[in-house]
């Protein structure tokens, strides 16, 4: 049976009406007015779908590893002959085809004064052509093969240089990425986002998330929770849809934030409980003090009452003639 009439489906046999919908979708997109995190909405054959873009607080309190390579890694193509950055235009190396040397001094690079080892002649900054057992070495200089290329490759990066390349794929604010572990540690409360639609379960978020980061644990290691400001922490169902939930508490994460936090290690924190979260340590010595209190009298008052039931047991026990028996 068809449940689109229902209204917006939240969760397992939970569903909102579209006017609800509707209207705080309204209220969120003018609180994010002039930003990207403003939700787009259509209908298809009566179903209501909602999507954009969703914040997800990181809440990771153990690493969580990452792939060493992208599925598709991009080939970095051959420096250009032409460009004097490369040096390689093999028509100035020994070529044959290269007579007068006219075209060497054309497309030369500037010139830089190089010392040579003292175990190899110089070269005049000119590179002489190499022999068969140094075809390895050489090939592994292709991008810097002029005197001004060496000099430079010479040169070490500089430790914030060396951090970029080293996160190239993973370079996001307050997190530390092990190149050598593909160990990644995400900064707990820092934030990013994922582009979802409101007709993706939490499972599916979830890995839509670990996708964009290439994180190779599984979705069901993780778990997504509503944290409230007052303490409360709601943990979204498998069946739950977090776009549309996160759009019926609002749009404010001042009120509410979406975490993701390990499956094990989550806790839900019910309404009732998160009111007492926020006092002050000497006022809940207080409360425990007067519910003590409290416990004791009652504990008392229902001593008096079976000892009274007791005595006049006994008492009519003691009336009852000899050798007679109770019905």
């Not at 009519?316 to 007679?324: H, N, T, V």
Request: charged letters at 30%.
């Amino acid at each position: 049976m068809d449940n689109s009439h229902y209204g917006v489906q939240i969760g397992e046999n939970k569903f909102i009406s579209k006017v609800t919908v509707l209207s705080h979708l309204k209220t969120y997109n003018l609180y994010y007015e002039g930003q990207n995190l403003q939700l787009r909405h259509r209908e298809e054959e009566g179903e209501l779908i909602v999507e954009g873009l969703l914040n997800i607080f990181w809440g990771l309190r153990r690493p969580i590893r990452l792939q060493m390579q992208d599925d598709h890694e991009r080939i970095r193509p051959p420096p250009s002959s032409t460009s004097w950055h490369s040096g390689c235009n093999l028509d100035s190396q020994g070529s044959p085809n290269n007579t007068d040397g006219q075209q060497a001094t054309e497309q030369s690079p500037p010139t830089v004064e190089v010392t040579p080892p003292e175990d190899q002649p110089e070269d005049n900054g000119v590179m002489e052509e190499h022999t068969d057992d140094d075809s390895e070495s050489s090939a592994q200089l292709l991008r810097t093969k002029s005197d001004a290329g060496v000099l430079r490759r010479g040169q070490r990066r500089s430790p914030s240089d060396q951090r970029k390349i080293r996160r190239h794929r993973f370079s996001i604010n307050g997190h530390f990425y092990n190149h050598k572990t593909a160990v990644f540690t995400p900064a707990f409360g820092s934030v990013t986002n994922v582009r979802i639609n409101s007709c993706m379960t939490t499972p599916q978020v979830l890995r839509v998330l670990l996708n964009k980061f290439k994180i190779e644990n599984s979705p069901d290691d993780f778990a997504i929770y509503l944290v409230h400001a007052s303490g409360e922490r709601v943990k979204l169902k498998r069946s739950d849809y977090p776009l549309v939930l996160r759009v019926m508490q609002g749009p404010c994460e001042q009120v509410c934030k979406v975490f993701l936090t390990e499956e094990d290690l989550g806790e839900e924190v019910t309404y009732d409980v998160a009111q007492y979260i926020k006092f002050e340590m000497p006022v809940l010595k207080s409360f425990i003090t007067k519910l003590k209190e409290e416990e004791d009298r009652e504990v008392q008052k229902l001593r008096r009452r079976y000892t009274y039931l007791r005595c006049i047991i006994e008492k009519q026990l003691s009336c009852l003639p000899e050798g007679a028996t109770c019905m």
